[in-house]
Structure formats: structure tokens, C-alpha cells
């Protein structure tokens, strides 16, 4: 597995090694011990999610107070600009966000921890997305904040207006927000 680091500490992209012939291919999409080792990362991952969304569709910036989630995130088809925003209020970070384009081609995955929201972009026709969660979902710390922040001013490569859920369009801005301290 090949680790690259992103401009925000904390936020890795992970390649695996992947094994391709004539018949297809095979590679590791989680090992916990190679996880580890690359990473250095103590996660216990306890729920494992499944997302498919439609073209122009705009998930996020999604976070989870008291019991923050971190997120391994891959894409099993389609393509989606991945991103995490640092959501912590006394990192040197705060505000700032980093974007990857993940997909079933390139096999990427993003390393999300604790403490950052997250969000992506449905960039074809559709996506689907696998991704495990070191803490189970709990709707009452469930929070989002407003895609479209001037303040983190995330470049969204959109065509026309993103397709949002009501919660998402409704969203506050960091100003405004429960974040983490």
C-alpha cells in the first residue's frame, strides 16, 4: 500500500497494490495490520456504509459531534471529488480543506479522521461509495455545514447546481455551527 500525505495533517490517501492480468484484478481493500503499519493510525472501524448518488449530486460537509467518526473512504464505481474540511477549532488547520478525486478506476482511498467533515461530488453519471466508520452513527450529534461556505471556499467542479438533500441545503455556516474545539 502506497500512503501519500494531503495539506492537511491527518488526511492521507492510501494506494493499494493492485494484481491485474487478462482475467481482471485483486487487491486488498482493507487489511487492519497494513492499515496500521503504512498509517500509524489506531482504528477500529465499526460500521461500514454503502452511498450511491446520482449526477451533480453534493453530499455534505458532514461531521458528527461528541462521538466523531473517522472515515476510510472508497469509490467502487463512478468517480466522486472527495473532501475533508478540518473542523477543529484549535488546529493551525482550521477551515481548510483538501479535495481528491476518487474513483473505481483509480482505486484511492481517503483516510478522513476524527474531527473533520466530510463531503464529495458525484462527477459522472453516478457513484457508488464504500466507506468505514470508527464510530457507529448517532443522529443527535449528526450535524452539517453549508456546502457552499465562502469562509472554507471549497472549489466545487460543478455543472449547473449541485442536487442536494433538504438537510444539506439547509445546512449553517462554520460561523454559525457546532464544531469541535
Same mark, same amino acid.
Not at 469509490?75 to 472527495?82: E, I, K, S, T
Given at each position: ?31 487492519? #495490520? ?6 500509524? *493510525?489506531? !482504528?477500529?472501524? $465499526?460500521? +461500514? ?5 446520482? @449526477? ?10 461528541? #462521538?466523531p467518526q473517522g472515515k476510510l473512504v472508497? *469509490?467502487? !464505481?463512478?468517480? $466522486?471529488? +472527495? ?5 477543529? @477549532? ?32 458525484v462527477l459522472g453519471d453516478s457513484a ?54
Open positions: 500500500m502506497k500512503i501519500q500525505t494531503t495539506a492537511l495533517e491527518g488526511v492521507l490517501v492510501l494506494e493499494p497494490r493492485i494484481f491485474a492480468d487478462a482475467r481482471g484484478f485483486f487487491f486488498e481493500s482493507f487489511n487492519a #495490520r497494513a492499515f496500521h503499519e503504512a498509517t500509524a *493510525v489506531e !482504528a477500529d472501524f $465499526v460500521q +461500514d456504509n454503502h452511498s450511491r448518488s446520482a @449526477r451533480n449530486v453534493l453530499r455534505g460537509i458532514h461531521y458528527q459531534l461528541v #462521538r472508497r *469509490v467502487v !464505481a463512478g468517480r $466522486v471529488l +472527495d473532501v475533508a474540511v478540518d473542523l477543529r @477549532r484549535s488546529s493551525p488547520q482550521f477551515g481548510r480543506w483538501v479535495a481528491i478525486e476518487l474513483s473505481a478506476d483509480n482505486a484511492r482511498q481517503m483516510w478522513i479522521p476524527p474531527g473533520f467533515g466530510h463531503a464529495f461530488l457508488e461509495l464504500l466507506y468505514k466508520t470508527t464510530d457507529h452513527w448517532i443522529v443527535e450529534y449528526d450535524r452539517a455545514l453549508a456546502w457552499n461556505d465562502p469562509t472554507i471556499g471549497i472549489d466545487w467542479p460543478l455543472s449547473g447546481e449541485p442536487v442536494l438533500s433538504p438537510k444539506d441545503a439547509a445546512a449553517p455556516r462554520l460561523a454559525d455551527a457546532e464544531i469541535f474545539d
